[in-house]
């Protein structure tokens, strides 16, 4: 839909893709349960890889935060690759151990538990600067497009 559109589509969009098809064609051409288990770590790896790109966040971020906090949106998008990169050490580590009870637990819970609790971390943070952010450019006189206004 992008495409017809005349949109660019993005790397992480692409990248998705290609996860899906890839990872998916595999895991049915391999059908091995070690595979399945490290399968998480590659797809992990490769997420954190490409939000590695310095503003990747912004585009998702709503048009306020993206004009009063681009900033955030470039720090936001490292600590994102962090958690991922840190999400798959965990899960190559849970393989090693080899215990397919605990590596289910481990992959059913703790990164979506991850990624909820950095969303709300995320969400606060943004508010409470672009909050801060607003008032401070009122104060100024500055209107919301950045013009300064008669006082």
């Known amino acids: 839909m992008l495409k017809l559109r005349g949109r660019k589509i993005e790397t992480m969009q692409w990248m998705s893709l290609a996860l899906v098809v890839v990872f998916g064609s595999l895991t049915l051409y391999l059908h091995d349960p070690r595979f399945v288990m490290i399968k998480p770590t590659l797809i992990y790896l490769a997420v954190a890889a490409v939000m590695l790109r310095p503003g990747w966040m912004i585009r998702y971020l709503?048009?306020?935060?993206?004009d009063y906090a681009p900033d955030l949106g470039v720090v936001f998008g490292?600590?994102?690759a962090a958690m991922m990169g840190l999400t798959a050490l965990a899960n190559v580590a849970l393989v090693?151990?080899?215990d397919p009870e605990l590596?289910?637990?481990?992959?059913?819970?703790?990164?979506?538990t991850a990624k909820l609790a950095l969303?709300?971390?995320?969400f606060t943070v943004f508010r409470l600067v672009v909050g801060r952010r607003l008032k401070r450019?009122?104060?100024a006189g500055v209107d919301d497009v950045g013009v300064m206004t008669a006082n």
């Open 119 to 122: 969303f709300l971390i995320q």
């Open 103 to 112: 590596w289910a637990w481990f992959v059913g819970v703790v990164p979506l």
């Open 137 to 139: 450019a009122a104060r």
């Open 96 to 98: 090693a151990v080899g």
């Open 78 to 80: 490292y600590v994102w």
């Open 62 to 66: 709503p048009p306020i935060a993206a």
